[in-house]
């Protein structure tokens, strides 16, 4: 009878601790959830066209967002076309394509962008302002352009399927302006 005793105490000793151990275990499995780093930017996804304006030109645009290599990494290509004006008679054709990463030991957004004129950007980004609907960018480098420039790149939701895109540029010594905006549509 006594063994049965201790057997019983035992197995409810053993029992409460699986329980508890269990219980311990899905606490801290729902604290250390993966969250979606790429919820932000999930709504640009898909092909997009637009128009815009600037120091160019008024300019007709079309751009592409997709995650590749299996989501890790977020790949916009742009084209804008500009109208012919003043002393630029044919219009121009600008292109350029970006990736966006996710650099775990700052906590931010890295956007690497590639121009066909040869100027590389990197921007850092902390992710969507409090309303949630800004994402901006700044500059931490540029390459192959006169030491000192600086920019930023704000992107904005409008409504379910238009954004609006700013490119503020700024040489040496001065304050970051306007160089064009353009707001883009999806197409699907």
């Given at each position: 009878?006594?063994?049965?005793?201790?057997?019983?105490?035992v197995l409810f000793v053993i029992s409460s601790f699986a329980n508890y151990?269990?219980?311990?275990a899905q606490a801290s499995a729902g604290q250390g959830q993966a969250q979606d780093i790429w919820k932000p930017f999930r709504y640009f996804e898909g092909r997009w066209e637009g128009k815009g304006e600037g120091k160019s030109g008024i300019?007709?645009?079309?751009?592409?967002w997709e995650f590749i290599l299996r989501g890790k990494f977020l790949q916009i290509r742009n084209e804008a076309r500009f109208e012919p004006q003043g002393p630029n008679s044919a219009g121009e054709v600008h292109e350029?394509?970006?990736?966006?990463?996710y650099d775990k030991s700052r906590q931010k957004y890295v956007?690497?962008?590639?121009?066909?004129?040869g100027f590389v950007n990197q921007y850092v980004s902390d992710g969507p302002g409090a309303d949630g609907k800004a994402l901006v960018f700044v500059s931490e480098a540029i390459e192959n352009i006169p030491a000192g420039?600086?920019?930023?790149?704000?992107?904005?939701?409008l409504d379910d399927s238009s954004f609006e895109q700013t490119f503020d540029l700024a040489p040496p010594g001065q304050d970051l302006a306007c160089y064009s905006k353009g707001v883009m549509k999806r197409v699907y």
């Open positions: 009878m006594r063994i049965a005793k201790t057997a019983i105490i151990a269990g219980a311990a300019s007709h645009g079309k751009q592409a350029d394509f970006g990736i966006i990463s956007f690497r962008q590639f121009h066909v004129e420039f600086s920019a930023r790149l704000t992107y904005r939701i």
